[in-house]
């Protein structure tokens, strides 16, 4: 996706129409949109891992986390 989004930059800048624009602005917000997602699977995970840790009660772990 990012790849996608560079060449279309590329293309762009290359040539400046009105189609490259809105392709480059379309690969734009829809990289955004998955690195916003990886993002915000990525947190859940480390918080889940924190909650599993401090259910345990392996405190440890649980403040290495933090």
Request: contains cysteine; proline residues 0%; aromatic residues 6%.
């Given at each position: ?8 930059r ?24 998955v ?10 995970r ?8 401090h ?12």
């Amino acid at each position: 996706m990012i790849k996608a989004k560079w060449e279309a930059r590329l293309r762009c800048i290359q040539r400046n129409t009105r189609a490259n624009q809105e392709e480059y602005n379309r690969k734009r917000i829809a990289a955004a949109r998955v690195c916003r997602r990886k993002k915000r699977e990525a947190l859940k995970r480390k918080v889940d891992a924190i909650v599993e840790h401090h259910t345990k009660n392996e405190s440890k772990k649980f403040y290495k986390r933090i």
